[in-house]
């Protein structure tokens, strides 16, 4: 069973930069496909980006394509989201995500493990 912890979060101006970061325990994340996903206040949860197992490979929501990049660090059971032209309707919780013995995932339902979320909120 693999626990996630989201950090970075907080409140930044439209055209900000925020990075999170997604730290793993209890297992190694190298076996798991990683994703971020978002809820917004009165929205459903949606899917941001996913990263393949070894990082070689990402998916991003068209929403957020060119402006969010998603990495990963498997030696330090990491995982990050960099996020530039932040706009207000980035506001929401973001969820850091895992699922095992998958090479990536691209929906808000197939994952296994979640984190507690960890709020951006993109001011005008």
């Known amino acids: 069973q693999v626990q996630l912890v989201e950090s970075g979060g907080g409140l930044v101006q439209a055209g900000g930069s925020l990075r999170l970061t997604c730290t793993a325990s209890?297992?190694?994340?190298?076996?798991?496909?990683m994703g971020w996903l978002r809820q917004a206040p009165g929205k459903e949860r949606e899917f941001v980006a996913g990263?393949?197992?070894?990082?070689?490979?990402?998916y991003y929501a068209d929403s957020v394509k060119g402006r969010f990049t998603m990495s990963r660090d498997n030696a330090k059971n990491t995982v990050y989201l960099q996020m530039n032209s932040l706009k207000p309707e980035d506001t929401a919780v973001y969820y850091c995500?895992?699922?095992?013995?998958?090479?990536?995932?691209?929906?808000?339902?197939?994952?296994?493990?979640w984190g507690q979320g960890t709020q951006v909120t993109v001011s005008s």
């Open positions: 209890g297992r190694t994340v190298r076996s798991y496909s």
């Open positions: 995500a895992a699922k095992a013995n998958t090479y990536m995932v691209v929906t808000t339902t197939e994952y296994d493990h």
């Open positions: 990263i393949s197992r070894s990082g070689g490979s990402t």
